[in-house]
């Protein structure tokens, strides 16, 4: 997946921030598929451009990258090592654009609008990076909650999806999005909504990039410890 591809084309095949991100790139690329740039962008690239914009941009959050940062990030995008230092190239080139990562989030929600799972993906992903060191910062909350309303999350949605990722009260319930007064059969339910809705195995079936595998398989690890977690609790079955 991981070709060569002119970076003008690929660039104005995308257009806007992203695509400007892509033009400068300009040579190697995340994809080698024939005519691509005469087609709409592959969504392996959108997800995987976009991740890495705004995974540089967060990185300016806390005013430093650390070592569990980058490792955490290599383990969700997916480089071999001989596009190391293109995707390395790419992620400074995020940090050093005078754009804004308002503008790729937007970019990115556009782009992504008929398939708004994937902006889920994203902000999952900007989580595992952001908790790899072990603490995540207020930029970086500030941050993250902002990306979140950009792509059009509720509140709801997003104290969801932090829940997966920090530790805090009723954890285990706003990981499913559920509340301690729903009774055994509503939060049996819930939890095997969400194991169907964010399996890995319906992003597979999507042809969706390993870097969405990743993150999805991480979401349904933290999904099915929260039912464990409640299902102990209340003794369910």
């Known amino acids: ?44 690239v ?56 308002e503008a790729y989030a937007r970019q990115l929600s556009e782009l992504l609008a008929d398939e708004p799972q994937l902006l889920e993906d994203v902000l999952d992903g900007l989580f595992l990076i952001a908790t790899a060191d072990g603490a995540v910062h207020d930029g970086e909350i500030a941050y993250l909650k902002s990306v979140a309303e950009i792509f059009g999350l509720t509140g709801s949605d997003y104290s969801r999806i ?24 509503e939060l049996k339910h819930r939890y095997r909504q969400l194991a169907r809705e964010f399996h890995p195995d319906r992003e597979i079936a999507r042809g969706l990039p390993p870097e969405a595998i990743k993150i999805a398989t991480a979401r349904l690890a933290a999904i099915n410890a929260a039912w464990d977690m409640i299902a102990r609790e209340r003794g369910l079955a």
């Open 162 to 185: 932090e829940a997966r990722h920090l530790h805090r009260d009723d954890d285990p319930y706003a990981i499913l999005g559920a509340t301690r007064d729903m009774d055994g059969d």
């Open 46 to 101: 959108i997800f995987t451009t976009g991740l890495v914009a705004l995974s540089a941009k967060m990185a300016r959050a806390d005013g430093v990258v650390t070592r569990d940062e980058v490792a955490a990030f290599r383990r969700i995008v997916e480089v071999p090592e001989d596009g190391l230092a293109d995707i390395i190239r790419l992620f400074d080139l995020a940090k050093a654009t005078t754009a804004g990562y």
């Open 1 to 44: 997946m991981w070709g060569k591809l002119g970076g003008t084309g690929l660039g104005l095949a995308i257009g806007g921030p992203l695509g400007a991100l892509l033009g400068a790139l300009a040579g190697h690329f995340l994809v080698d598929r024939e005519g691509a740039p005469f087609r709409r962008p592959p969504r392996e």
